[in-house]
């Protein structure tokens, strides 16, 4: 069936680093993902919702210019944690929405397998 | 203003007794939609229900079923005869319609842990 692939699976960067993240669909075009970040033992979060060929909408308290979107193709949002700090640690899980089913509430909705990030 | 309140934040039980996870919600939106997923150690998110504002039929899925009472704006989750497999964070999920349809927003999960 459709599959999100979310790459790395886990990254370990130094402080001051910037870490990309992708997203990728696989047998589908989605023209909007979803970032979401999670805590350890804590809920997830949503960051921003990535909108294929223009800007992404970052939700409330997420610093765009520290968590940088780009949604370049149909099947490819990226996730760039600039200048990457401990604080950042965290588990980031995208989604994306398959809308060839239409864009009514029947369309599925996948998530990757999350990207564990350690900032030392 | 979109909320989910799982309130349990634990939950451990014995191999093969039954056990529920409560799930409330709040929204403004007359139609909506709910989720259920589970969360292993491993970390992804393994899809378990969607169930729109509409459908207030409960469903029963193998060893799973969920009851909706929208009258208390309940979506609540109860596994039968649960096995260890059935250790996990389980989260429930609230998304508006249309093109708000995929932004989820997530109660802070229920850890379940089974014991043989």
């Known amino acids: 069936g459709a599959v999100v692939s979310q790459h790395p699976s886990w990254v370990i960067c130094k402080s001051g680093t910037s870490v990309k993240i992708e997203c990728r669909s696989l047998?589908?075009?989605?023209?909007?993902m979803f970032w979401y970040r999670q805590f350890p033992k804590q809920s997830l979060m949503l960051m921003a919702t990535?909108?294929?060929?223009?800007?992404?909408?970052?939700e409330q308290g997420v610093e765009k210019d520290k968590f940088l979107i780009n949604h370049a193709s149909l099947t490819l949002s990226t996730l760039t944690v600039t200048s990457a700090h401990p604080e950042d640690s965290s588990f980031y899980i995208c989604?994306?929405?398959?809308?060839?089913f239409g864009t009514g509430g029947n369309s599925p909705l996948h998530f990757g397998n999350g990207t564990r990030l350690t900032v030392t | 203003a979109q909320k989910v309140t799982q309130a349990q934040t634990e939950i451990s039980v014995v191999e093969k007794e039954d056990v529920t996870l409560d799930c409330v919600y709040e929204t403004r939106d007359t139609t909506y939609y709910l989720f259920w997923y589970k969360q292993p150690p491993s970390g992804e998110l393994v899809f378990l229900i969607r169930?729109?504002?509409?459908?207030?039929q409960n469903e029963i899925s193998g060893r799973y079923s969920w009851n909706f009472q929208k009258s208390t704006s309940s979506f609540n989750f109860t596994i039968t005869a649960s096995q260890v497999v059935d250790s996990a964070v389980y989260f429930c999920?609230?998304?508006?319609?249309?093109?708000?349809?995929?932004?989820?927003?997530f109660g802070r999960g229920t850890q379940l842990t089974v014991w043989p």
């Open positions: 169930r729109n504002s509409f459908d207030e």
């Open positions: 047998d589908f075009q989605a023209t909007t």
């Open positions: 989604s994306a929405r398959d809308l060839s």
């Open positions: 990535s909108n294929e060929g223009s800007k992404a909408t970052y």
């Open positions: 999920a609230l998304s508006g319609r249309g093109s708000t349809l995929g932004r989820l927003y």
